[in-house]
Structure formats: C-alpha cells, structure tokens
C-alpha cells in the first residue's frame, strides 16, 4: 500500500450494515457500501441514467437504484437487473490501522 495510490475514507466502524456513505476520491463520486459486515466502493452514480445510488438501498450484496429498481452486484458492478445493462464501477477496500482505504484509479 502507497500513500499515492491508497486513500483512507472512513474508520472501520463507521458505518453499520446496509449504511452507505458519499465520499469523493481521485476526483471521482463514489460509494462506501456496507453490506452485511462487508465494505465495497463503487460509482454513486446508476449507469442508467444520471441518478444517485444514494438514494437505495443495500440487499444481499447488492445495490438497488430507487429510480428504475435495477440491482447491481456491489462485488462486480455488474447490472442484475433491467433496465440499468451496463455495470458500474468499483474500487479495491481495504483495511489498515482501523481505517478503510481505497484505491480510485
Ligand atoms: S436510473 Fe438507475 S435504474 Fe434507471
């Protein structure tokens, strides 16, 4: 881990299962996912159309879109569901000294 490449964006604990938290790293708009205990960083924003993925919810390792309902794997990004076909980004996590780091690019 460099401290060029990895970016610490929240204590470890800081969000509860099925919490998510905005964050803006690498001069992108990202995602800080809990789900079930397990962190992941992906797009905020649906592939889709322009609309947060804020706005969802966390289910069973994925995410939902509340505009169109499409669920994409927070592992992958990838769509599960129509309309959203294209996937979305998402971003190593890991785990150091009691923060979660990412690497944006
Ligand atoms: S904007 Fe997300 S599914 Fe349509």
Same mark, same amino acid.
């Given at each position: 881990?460099? +401290? ?6 929240? /204590?470890?604990? $800081?969000? /509860?299962?099925? =919490?998510?938290?905005?964050? $803006? ?17 992906? !797009?905020?924003? %649906?592939?889709?159309? !322009? *609309? ?13 879109? +509340?505009?169109?309902? +499409? *669920?994409?794997?927070?592992? +992958?990004? =990838?769509? $599960?569901? /129509? &309309?959203? !076909?294209?996937?979305?980004?998402? *971003? &190593?996590? =890991?785990?150091?000294?009691? =923060?979660?780091?990412? %690497? &944006?690019?």
């Amino acid at each position: 881990m460099t +401290s060029t490449s990895w970016i610490a964006i929240a /204590a470890e604990n $800081e969000l /509860a299962p099925g =919490q998510m938290k905005r964050i $803006e790293a690498g001069g992108k708009h990202l995602l800080l996912c809990n789900a079930d205990g397990k962190h992941y960083v992906v !797009d905020e924003m %649906c592939s889709h159309e !322009d *609309y947060s993925l804020f706005f969802g919810c966390i289910q069973n390792g994925r995410i939902k879109c +509340s505009l169109h309902g +499409s *669920y994409f794997d927070l592992q +992958s990004g =990838q769509p $599960e569901t /129509a &309309p959203a !076909d294209k996937p979305i980004c998402t *971003y &190593p996590v =890991q785990i150091k000294n009691g =923060q979660l780091w990412i %690497c &944006p690019s």
